[in-house]
Nanobody, 123 residues
Framework: QVQLVESGGQLVQAGDSLRLSCAAS????????MGWFRQAPGKERESVAA????????YYADAVKGRFTIASDTAKNMLYLQMNSLKPEDTAVYYC????????????????WGQGTQVTVSS
């Protein structure tokens, strides 16, 4: 089992920056991919970014490319999502996920999920 706990979500203004954190515990994550997903009201969950836990392979959704940065700290068992130049359309619940798969944007490939953290961007 892998436990994931997100934090850092809050209400911010357009153009602001925010860093989300995900604390991972349980199994060794050396063979896992970690991902960030988001779900806005009335919309399907979508992939934001993903990274091979030990580094190397990274994926970004086109909507966040150049603004968001995903990073893992294997020593602290932490996953981060640095979000810059936030837009109102980034408003969503953000989820951390882990899976024993290659780096992918497919939600179904991820086995473990956190409870989510709310990010609201006002215009």
């Amino acid at each position: 089992q892998v436990q994931l706990v997100e934090s850092g979500g809050q209400l911010v203004q357009a153009g602001d920056s925010l860093r989300l954190s995900c604390a991972a515990s349980g199994r060794t994550l050396s063979s896992y991919t970690m991902g960030w997903f988001r779900q806005a009201p009335g919309k399907e969950r979508e992939s934001v970014a993903a990274i091979w836990w030990s580094g190397g392979s990274i994926y970004y959704a086109d909507a966040v490319k150049g603004r968001f940065t995903i990073a893992s700290d294997t020593a602290k068992n932490m996953l981060y999502l640095q979000m810059n130049s936030l837009k109102p359309e980034d408003t969503a619940v953000y989820y951390c996920a882990a899976g024993r798969n290659h780096v992918t944007s497919t939600a179904g490939a991820y086995e473990y999920w956190g409870q989510g953290t709310q990010v609201t961007v006002s215009s």
